[in-house]
């Protein structure tokens, strides 16, 4: 069965640092997508970033990275230089191509970022 | 381009009654999916539409069900509402998967749905 898991329930930093966010999941299948949103106070889901399960370079966009590992099932997300504006709920998610076309999403991280 | 519309965004119910919660998915999108992110649980899957059909449902009662309509628009009602079903009911909507490479939803800014 398909399964994302975010350890970390809650997460604070100071402003300026680095945090990694983890997600772990499980799929039987080998075709799949990975996501990150992000939900500020507002409540809207502000999509990041979709990976395939056939691309497993590391990605970079701004503050934001992400690495992906399919040998530890393993899509993390790293926000460097954080920002007060970065504090929000992070979610990680799957769907799996074939199988399903729902995304199922992780519980979620809160992150505070303390000026 | 407007994004995916919510309304309304607040609701307060009485349990028992029913609640209707309507979307309008972003122009040219035929997939609109319903969440329910209740308090400590996370988004959870509950229906998906695309092209007037419902293509998949989550483990919710029936009580939970919804419609879309030719414009792609979607309701979603409950139905003798229960303190718990008080959540965040999120819609979102895509281009049906096969015909977008950048497959992904974009989410609506959600309904509080609050039961007393």
């Known amino acids: 069965a398909q399964k994302v898991t975010q350890a970390q329930t809650e997460i604070s930093v100071v402003e300026k640092e680095d945090v990694t966010l983890d997600c772990v999941y499980e799929?039987?299948?080998?075709?799949?997508?990975l996501f990150w949103y992000k939900q500020p106070p507002s409540g809207e889901l502000v999509f990041l970033i979709r990976?395939?399960?056939?691309?497993?370079q590391n990605e970079i966009s701004g503050r934001y990275s992400w690495n992906f590992q399919k040998s530890t099932s393993s899509f993390n997300f790293t926000i460097t230089a954080s920002q007060v504006v970065d504090s929000a709920v992070y979610f990680c998610?799957?769907?799996?191509?074939?199988?399903?076309?729902?995304?199922?999403f992780g519980k979620g991280t809160r992150l505070h970022i303390l000026p | 381009e407007a994004g995916v519309t919510q309304s309304p965004t607040h609701l307060i119910k009485t349990r028992g009654q029913q609640a209707t919660l309507r979307c309008s998915p972003i122009?040219?999108?035929?997939?609109v999916y319903w969440y329910q992110q209740a308090l400590g649980l996370g988004l959870q899957f509950l229906l998906w539409?695309?092209?007037?059909?419902?293509?998949n449902r989550g483990n919710f009662p029936p009580r939970f069900s919804g419609r879309q309509f030719p414009n792609y628009s979607s309701e979603l009602n409950v139905n003798a509402l229960e303190l718990e079903d008080s959540a965040l009911y999120l819609c979102?909507?895509?281009?049906?998967?096969?015909?977008?490479?950048?497959?992904?939803?974009?989410f609506g800014s959600g309904t509080r749905l609050t039961v007393v």
């Open positions: 979102a909507s895509s281009l049906e998967r096969n015909r977008t490479p950048n497959y992904g939803y974009t």
């Open positions: 799929t039987r299948d080998t075709t799949y997508y």
């Open positions: 990976r395939n399960s056939f691309d497993e």
């Open positions: 998610a799957l769907s799996e191509v074939v199988r399903d076309d729902k995304i199922i």
């Open positions: 122009s040219g999108h035929t997939s």
């Open positions: 539409y695309d092209e007037g059909e419902e293509r």
